[in-house]
């Protein structure tokens, strides 16, 4: 069964550096997300992307963040100078586009530590 | 008055119990209803959806749907040890990017 995958499963970086988190949607789909996960709280919306654009982002996607598909099969969100509190889980989604098309599918998830 | 609402748990049954996990809502925008599982330090898997009042049945599992009430409840039949986890609850409306948005999740202990 096709499915989301993401790299790494866990990043541990320092305060003010650079992180890549990767993601490979399912192969169908063009319709894509991140999401993340604070430790203890709800998932939350960080960005949509479709057509090489950004769709919608939330508040909390500020200009520290960025997302780009470099290549037909990944998905990548940048965060460009970390923060602590940017630690927590970050989910990417995909869903087909369509009539109908609306289940989105999570990856596993990438752990990002901020020390 | 936050926009999904859902109790943290833990609720904690024995094994075969009928277990019912609920959220209250206040977008009445919001069409599509989505039930993940979450194992923990794991991604969300979908469960099942539903699109507009109703209910919606697979296997042990059922979903249903009261928009006048905007209310969501999950059912699980014949509960097992291994369905324990966390269920999240998810929803969005008919337009946009059909971004979701989440209960803060039930998490749920099946007692062996």
């Known amino acids: 069964e096709p499915e989301v995958t993401q790299t790494p499963s866990h990043q541990v970086t320092q305060m003010g550096q650079e992180v890549i988190l990767r993601c490979v949607p399912i192969?169908?789909?063009?319709?894509f997300y991140w999401y993340r996960q604070i430790l203890g709280q709800k998932v939350e919306f960080l960005v949509s992307?479709?057509?090489?654009?950004?769709?919608?982002k939330s508040e909390i996607f500020d200009d520290q963040f960025s997302v780009e598909r470099p290549d037909g099969s990944n998905f990548t969100l940048k965060i460009r100078s970390t923060k602590l509190e940017d630690s927590a889980m970050y989910f990417c989604a995909s869903r087909e586009v369509g009539t109908g098309a609306n289940e989105q599918y999570f990856g596993p998830g990438t752990r990002l530590t901020v020390t | 008055q936050k926009e999904v609402e859902q109790d943290p748990g833990p609720l904690s049954v024995p094994e075969g119990a009928i277990v019912s996990l609920n959220c209250t809502y206040s977008?009445?925008?919001?069409?599509?209803f989505m039930w993940y599982r979450q194992y923990s330090r794991k991604g969300p898997e979908l469960l099942m959806y539903?699109?507009?009042?109703g209910n919606k049945e697979d296997g042990r599992f059922t979903a249903q749907v009261d928009k006048s009430s905007k209310y969501i409840s999950l059912f699980i039949r014949d509960s097992q040890p291994s369905d324990s986890a966390t269920y999240l609850c998810a929803m969005r409306g008919n337009s946009g990017t059909y971004k979701y948005i989440f209960g803060t999740g039930t998490r749920l202990k099946v007692l062996a």
């Open positions: 977008n009445s925008a919001f069409q599509y």
């Open positions: 192969s169908n789909h063009l319709y």
């Open positions: 539903t699109y507009s009042s």
């Open positions: 992307f479709y057509n090489n654009e950004i769709s919608e």
